[in-house]
């Protein structure tokens, strides 16, 4: 994609942002995520008319067919709402749903799920983390698949299912092979939210918030849910394999994202700071602690940007997999930048800056989870160092 065409493409979402996806935010607000369905359709329809639905998805299940490092620019425009992946039919957990039954699923699954999935019609979770055991090995759960005929019984317990909240399906991660090592026990498998046995027990209220619809966290149980065998995505024992994929360009796109928000946040922040007067013809940005926010902010902005870039061009040229470190560095690097700017943005509003009355609040709690979700700081920064170390002749081990 030459220079002007992404210019063209930025600007054209940067238009239907305004138009469309910035209002959203009021309206969800005010009328809640079911009373708002009828203006969601509508942004999501202007998208579509627009050429620019599903980015990542090729033209074949009506997507654009972007490359990589272009859908992730485009997603820093998209993220300056929360609403911006969702009306371009990119929001997580759905996209990372696609691409998996994309590289992976059968034809069937690809008809009976993707085709839908990827026209918006039906919405998809991922269902791994469980409550009762630390998120952070991936390795180590309770939840068990078995095969009983033509069946996979599927029973088990499971938090922060984001989005099963009105979903159609989940893909849920499932040891199938207890005695395997330990990277290749757990297997995934799709499960209709409509199979007996499948309970959406509550959406779990964060920091006084539960959401609703896709902008949701549930706990889910499984009661000996029985789907067809073919329900298996790839092969036995793939789960693990299969989520270090899922979860590699993932990361990428919420980096992404997150410089969307962090954009917002400045942007909302030097507008205060210009017009709000501490005392007559004295406008806070006179405060030369005002300009530190600012000035901090404005390099760590550009800093996680460039770095972000970087490792989309690694990714572009070496894959996933090679660039695993990369990956986990701005994964830590950039949310914790998201967290400082946000922060930063607040403090400059005073009071108004924790009222619902701005989008910073919203995004200051939904965005708390950022330096946990797709793996803590502290896992990224050890699997970071457990690399560097190696090559200096140091064998740290994984952390079963
Ligand atoms: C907003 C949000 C959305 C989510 N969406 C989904 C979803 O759609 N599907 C899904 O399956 N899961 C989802 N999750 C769950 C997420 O993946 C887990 O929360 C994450 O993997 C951490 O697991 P845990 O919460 O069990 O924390 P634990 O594993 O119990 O870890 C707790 C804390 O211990 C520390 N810690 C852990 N390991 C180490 C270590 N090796 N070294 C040093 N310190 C360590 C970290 O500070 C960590 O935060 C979501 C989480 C959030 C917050």
């Given at each position: 994609m030459t220079d002007e065409a992404m210019e063209r493409l930025l600007e054209r979402a940067g238009e239907l942002m305004d138009s469309h996806v910035y209002p959203l935010e009021e309206t969800v607000m005010a009328k809640g995520w079911e009373g708002s369905a009828d203006e969601r359709a509508a942004a999501r329809a202007a998208v579509k008319a627009a050429g620019l639905w599903a980015p990542q998805m090729p033209e074949e299940y009506g997507g654009m067919g972007l490359p990589f490092r272009p859908h992730a620019q485009l997603s820093t425009v998209l993220g300056r709402s929360t609403f911006g992946h969702y009306a371009f039919g990119c929001q997580a957990p759905d996209a990372g749903n696609m691409e998996v039954l994309l590289e992976l699923g059968t034809e069937a699954q690809k008809e009976q799920w993707l085709r839908p999935l990827a026209a918006g019609e039906i919405r998809s979770c991922f269902s791994m983390t469980e409550p009762d055991r630390a998120?952070?090995?991936?390795?180590?759960?309770?939840?068990?698949?078995?095969?009983?005929?033509?069946?996979?019984?599927?029973?088990?317990?499971?938090?922060?299912?984001?989005?099963?909240?009105?979903?159609?399906?989940?893909?849920?991660?499932?040891?199938?092979?207890?005695?395997?090592?330990?990277?290749?026990?757990?297997?995934?498998?799709?499960?209709?939210?409509?199979?007996?046995?499948?309970?959406?027990?509550?959406?779990?209220?964060?920091?006084?918030?539960?959401?609703?619809?896709?902008?949701?966290?549930?706990?889910?149980?499984?009661?000996?849910?029985?789907?067809?065998?073919?329900?298996?995505?790839?092969?036995?024992?793939?789960?693990?394999?299969?989520?270090?994929?899922r979860l590699g360009p993932g990361r990428i796109h919420h980096c992404m994202r997150w410089i969307g928000i962090c954009e917002r946040a400045f942007d909302l922040m030097c507008k205060r700071a210009v017009a709000r007067e501490i005392a007559p013809g004295k406008p806070l940005a006179t405060r030369q602690m005002v300009q530190d926010f600012i000035a901090e902010s404005r390099a760590e902005i550009d800093a996680a940007r460039l770095y972000v870039e970087h490792v989309a061009d690694v990714i572009d040229q070496k894959g996933t997999h090679a660039a695993r470190t990369e990956i986990s560095c701005i994964k830590f690097f950039v949310a914790n930048i998201l967290q400082k700017v946000l922060d930063r943005a607040i403090q400059v509003h005073g009071a108004l800056g924790i009222t619902d009355d701005l989008p910073l609040s919203h995004l200051f709690r939904h965005e708390r989870g950022a330096r946990i979700y797709d793996g803590p700081d502290e896992v990224h920064k050890a699997s970071v160092a457990r690399r560097i170390l190696r090559g200096y002749g140091l064998e740290l081990g994984s952390i079963g």
């Open positions: 998120g952070s090995n991936p390795t180590w759960m309770e939840t068990r698949a078995e095969l009983d005929g033509d069946e996979w019984v599927v029973d088990g317990h499971k938090w922060f299912t984001s989005s099963a909240d009105g979903a159609a399906f989940a893909i849920v991660m499932a040891v199938t092979e207890p005695e395997g090592p330990a990277h290749a026990r757990a297997s995934m498998i799709i499960v209709p939210t409509d199979a007996p046995g499948f309970e959406h027990v509550r959406r779990i209220s964060i920091m006084g918030d539960e959401g609703g619809g896709w902008a949701s966290h549930s706990e889910v149980r499984y009661h000996s849910v029985r789907v067809p065998k073919e329900n298996l995505i790839g092969g036995r024992g793939q789960g693990f394999l299969i989520a270090q994929k």
